[in-house]
């Protein structure tokens, strides 16, 4: 599975942005999509997350601002982001995670996208 992200940019507190990711190749074995940032010395952290069934989830820091979407028929996933706040800004990845059944019990891979940059300045 590739993930290509889209979207990035630059804005002032408050503004908006649209990030997109697109997935190719087989999506047998993905039960959900998301996004995940990472600020300058600090570790990766969850925003959003889709599952295959619809279901959303999204980090207490972002609920009521982010929005995650997901279209099956074109494999894409979007995170409206409004009501940016300069604690926002970071590198978006998208990821795919997979789960596979095997004898010994299910085994998952998260599959990354190469990130795109959003950057909010006060």
């Known amino acids: 599975v590739q993930l290509q992200a889209s979207g990035g940019g630059s804005v002032q507190t408050g503004g908006s942005l649209r990030l997109s990711c697109v997935a190719r190749?087989?999506?047998?074995?993905?039960?959900?999509m998301g996004w995940y940032r990472q600020a300058p010395e600090k570790e990766r952290e969850l925003v959003a997350t889709?599952?295959?069934?619809?279901?959303?989830d999204y980090a207490e820091l972002v609920k009521g601002r982010f929005t995650i979407s997901r279209d099956n028929a074109d494999n894409t996933i979007y995170l409206q982001m409004n009501s940016l706040k300069p604690e926002d800004t970071g590198t978006y990845y998208c990821?795919?995670?997979?789960?596979?059944?095997?004898?010994?019990?299910?085994?998952?891979?998260?599959?990354w996208g190469q990130g795109t940059q959003v950057t909010v300045s006060s």
């Open positions: 990821n795919a995670k997979s789960v596979r059944a095997r004898w010994s019990g299910p085994v998952t891979y998260d599959y």
């Open positions: 190749g087989s999506m047998s074995s993905i039960v959900s």
């Open positions: 889709v599952s295959n069934g619809g279901s959303t």
